[in-house]
């Protein structure tokens, strides 16, 4: 709560208590889109935010995105996220430096699209490789300091989960088995105190989609804008996410407010997954 005066105004001077402040949130792909937006969520919010990312260039510009948005500067770790030595690295820098994790957010991934025949091995093993075998190696890492913390895990996984499409057949498959594995894994989280909880983006303004609708373009035979118009007019959108929605939620996720939520996957997706869930 906010320090007042007598007249119930805040004081000059005072401090405003953030929720974050003295916790540590660990981000994969933070350094762009989803990632990037949540990072600086959470460090508006007081956290020590940690960008953990392929691209020493990309992490540059996401820790001047989240400096300029009035937070603490990010550690940015640059690593090959897809490896378990690379994901030790995340690991063995952060518990050097600040010897704990509050929150754990899985995000990076790219998985690519187009048509199954044109889509080789290498592709599938990429896919899961990031997405899939770095969240699980991260967060086995991870698991002792946020049992300690009585932290929080928050999965960015995808809509591809709940509603495959033929030229999204890698995302599909690696969301899926992302899901399972999440509402797996909060079952020990209940025991350990940690809670465990997925984020299904829809169609959101982000690099990564745009590649993705190029992809698809490319496997139908259209133009980027024919896709994406159709791809909106499909799902009757009134417009695409941002990535700020996506933060929002998973700052809320890993807030006192959310104690109670566990194993649940939800979507910010403006009503775009069919049927009912």
């Known amino acids: ?146 049992k300690e913390a009585h932290g929080n895990v928050v999965n960015i996984v995808g809509g591809a989960a709940r509603t495959p499409g033929p030229d999204f057949l890698i995302g599909g498959s690696v969301n899926a088995a992302f899901g399972n594995f999440s509402k797996g894994l909060s079952a020990m989280g209940n025991r350990d105190d940690i809670n465990v909880n997925v984020i299904h983006p829809g169609q959101t303004q982000t690099d ?19 896709v994406r118009a159709e791809d909106l007019a499909k799902r009757a959108l009134r417009r695409m996410g941002q990535p700020e929605d996506v933060a929002e939620l998973a700052l809320y996720l890993c807030s006192a407010r959310a104690r109670h939520i566990q194993g649940v996957a939800i979507a910010v997706d403006g009503g775009g997954t069919p049927g009912y869930y």
């Open 1 to 146: 709560m906010r320090p007042q005066n007598r007249r119930g105004r805040i004081s000059q001077g005072e401090k405003v208590s953030k929720e974050f402040e003295g916790k540590v949130v660990v981000v994969s792909g933070g350094s762009r889109g989803i990632g990037r937006a949540i990072a600086v969520a959470f460090a508006g919010e007081g956290a020590q935010t940690v960008l953990a990312a392929s691209s020493a260039a990309n992490l540059a510009d996401g820790a001047k995105a989240v400096a300029a948005a009035g937070g603490i500067e990010p550690l940015t770790i640059a690593g090959d996220l897809r490896t378990l030595p690379g994901c030790e690295q995340v690991f063995a820098e952060v518990s050097a430096r600040f010897g704990r994790c509050d929150v754990l957010v899985n995000n990076a991934g790219a998985t690519r699209g187009g048509k199954f025949a044109d889509l080789p091995d290498d592709a599938w093993i990429d896919g899961f490789a990031l997405k899939f075998f770095g969240a699980v190696r991260l967060t086995r890492l991870f698991w002792p300091l946020l």
């Open 208 to 226: 990564r989609v745009e590649q993705l609708f190029a992809q698809f373009a490319k496997a139908q035979n259209k133009t980027v804008e024919q």
